[in-house]
């Protein structure tokens, strides 16, 4: 059973950073590709960024590329998402997935943290 615990959302100027975190503390990480999705205000889910399990492969959406970075961390079984130049549409419910295979579509991962808000002011 994989149980994904995501932290580091909270409320920040525009142009500013943030650092989201995701953890298991069931300690199965390193068997899955892991991804972070959002969901804007009154809009469906997103993919934002997904990295393999070697985090050799890293993929995002074009609308953060080159602002946001995905990592990972399999001995303290945890997954990054930095933010920077953060922009007021970037407001979000940020989710963190795991998988079997790096993809941006949500059906193919199967577990699910329940979400940490983020909020832009511009």
């Known amino acids: 059973q994989v149980n994904l615990v995501e932290s580091g959302g909270g409320l920040v100027q525009a142009g500013g950073s943030l650092r989201l975190s995701c953890t298991d503390p069931?300690?199965?990480?390193?068997?899955?590709?892991l991804a972070w999705f959002r969901q804007p205000p009154g809009r469906g889910l997103e993919f934002v960024a997904a990295i393999g399990r070697g985090a050799g492969t890293r993929n995002y959406a074009e609308s953060v590329k080159d602002r946001f970075a995905i990592s990972r961390d399999n001995v303290k079984n945890a997954v990054f998402l930095d933010m920077n130049s953060l922009k007021s549409e970037d407001t979000a419910v940020y989710y963190c997935?795991?998988?079997?295979?790096?993809?941006?579509?949500?059906?193919?991962?199967?577990?699910w943290g329940r979400g940490t808000q983020v909020g832009v002011s511009s």
């Open positions: 997935a795991a998988g079997g295979a790096v993809s941006s579509s949500p059906q193919d991962y199967k577990y």
């Open positions: 069931a300690r199965f990480f390193d068997s899955y590709s």
